[in-house]
């Protein structure tokens, strides 16, 4: 790896590991007051305080981790769903549109109903309805991508031999077609990564999901809004850690894909 590559993926896996330990560095107790409310920037709290007078950066640092959690879970299952699925597809061109004409289907459906609609036949699903209602909503738009770049592969003569020598589909699959969609399943898993953070930091902000009193970048936003002149970081902070982490991930994946399409064209 180069000293550029490395850089580009640095900012990614800094987020990350501070979005994790991030609960036990916290310098202060993320639900009792140390300060006024919406009081700005002092020794106490070094970015104020939120509407309860809570320590805004421990709450910042403690907010993070199951929003990281929730979107790489849905990241690995929307890609890990959606390449399957589109390996099949282009092995098995009937049920390839089978899939794409549901994925059209579904496709229809605006993702923010449609994580009201899970969530809400859900109701005490919490999270884990969130993270549902994202793969479902995810998937359509993922499988049409692997769809696409899979059925090139699926036509090249080496899978047409082994198809011919009576290989199964499971080995078509898995050993001659998702090897070389590498580089493709990984810009996805980027792109799908930020589209799980917009769908999850959307869910919390609605409240649906996370609960207050509970740390989170998203429920930080809504339950300080009212307070953005008095102290500002209270909103922008967390904000703007959505926004980072979205950025970050992204550009670590396309820094890694590149890479990995080269290897796999040369195995080809």
């Known amino acids: 790896m180069t000293v550029k590559a490395a850089l580009r993926i640095a900012p990614a896996l800094l987020l990350i590991g501070l979005a994790l330990l991030g609960p036990w560095i916290a310098p202060n107790a993320v639900d009792a007051p140390v300060t006024a409310p919406y009081a700005t920037p002092d020794s106490a709290a070094a970015l104020g305080g939120d509407q309860l007078g809570r320590d805004v950066l421990s709450r ?52 923010v109903l449609g994580i009201l609609l899970v969530t809400l036949s859900w109701p005490d699903g919490g999270r884990l309805a969130v993270i549902a209602a994202a793969v479902v909503l995810g998937v359509p738009y993922a499988v049409r991508l692997a769809a696409s770049a899979a059925t090139p592969i699926a036509e090249a003569g080496y899978v047409e031999a082994a198809a011919a020598g009576g290989e199964r589909l499971w080995y078509l699959v898995v050993r001659e077609i998702l090897p070389n969609l590498r580089a493709t399943l990984l810009a996805l898993f980027g792109l799908r990564f930020v589209a799980a953070v917009y769908l999850v930091a959307t869910a919390g902000f609605l409240q649906v999901g996370p609960q207050p009193p509970a740390a989170d970048w998203a429920l930080m936003i809504r339950e300080n809004s009212s307070g953005l002149l008095l102290n500002p970081w209270s909103v922008v902070a967390p904000s703007i850690a959505i926004g980072l982490l979205a950025l970050s991930v992204n550009l670590a994946a396309a820094t890694l894909a590149p890479q990995t399409g080269r290897k796999a064209v040369t195995v080809l």
């Open 60 to 111: 910042l640092l403690a907010g993070g981790r199951d929003l990281v959690l929730s979107s790489l879970l849905v990241a690995v299952l929307v890609t890990g769903t959606a390449a399957v699925l589109g390996a099949i597809g282009a092995v098995r061109p009937l049920v390839g549109r089978l899939v794409e004409r549901t994925a059209d289907v579904l496709m229809l459906l605006p993702a």
